[in-house]
């Protein structure tokens, strides 16, 4: 249902991205799928890059919060076997945001992510969020996110 929703909406999930430092890309504890952050990467790289509310516009900060979360939905495949349908619900996500100074719309960002989540799951897309300001972020990305979800065994 999760892959025919995407398709529906003319999204298709990206290669699950590999870190390239010393973690793992979604741990496994007891029903809850903790996904690493993930940044707004296209074809491996991060095609949009600089502070939002100077180099990066809202609405380019928006796209790349859905990147994100396709990339986050792409590692949380990999890890659940390639069933998505094991997802029951996500708990949180957290959005880091590199923001100019002045800059206070992190949670219009976010919403993008948010607005993502609830197409593709329905529901079980609903959750808890931080929307959080910050100086910089790796590669010099506008956003980063990560998610907490619930999963079935």
Request: hydrophobic residues 50%; aromatic residues 4%; negative net charge.
């Amino acid at each position: 249902m999760i892959e025919q929703r995407l398709a529906e909406l003319g999204l298709r999930l990206p290669e699950a991205a590999q870190p390239a430092f010393d973690y793992v890309p979604v741990t496994l504890h007891a029903g809850v799928a903790y996904v690493s952050g993930q940044l707004p990467k296209v074809d491996g790289a991060v095609r949009v890059t600089g502070k939002v509310g100077a180099e990066v516009d809202v609405v380019a900060a928006q796209e790349s919060a859905r990147v994100c979360i396709l990339q986050g939905l792409a590692c949380l495949k990999d890890a659940l076997g390639g069933d998505l349908e094991r997802i029951e619900r996500v708990l949180k996500i957290n959005g880091y945001v590199a923001s100019a100074p002045g800059f206070n719309a992190q949670p219009a960002v976010l919403d993008a992510a948010s607005n993502l989540l609830g197409a593709v799951l329905g529901e079980r897309g609903r959750h808890a969020r931080a929307a959080v300001g910050v100086a910089e972020l790796p590669r010099n990305a506008p956003v980063e996110i990560e998610m907490t979800v619930a999963v079935r065994p």
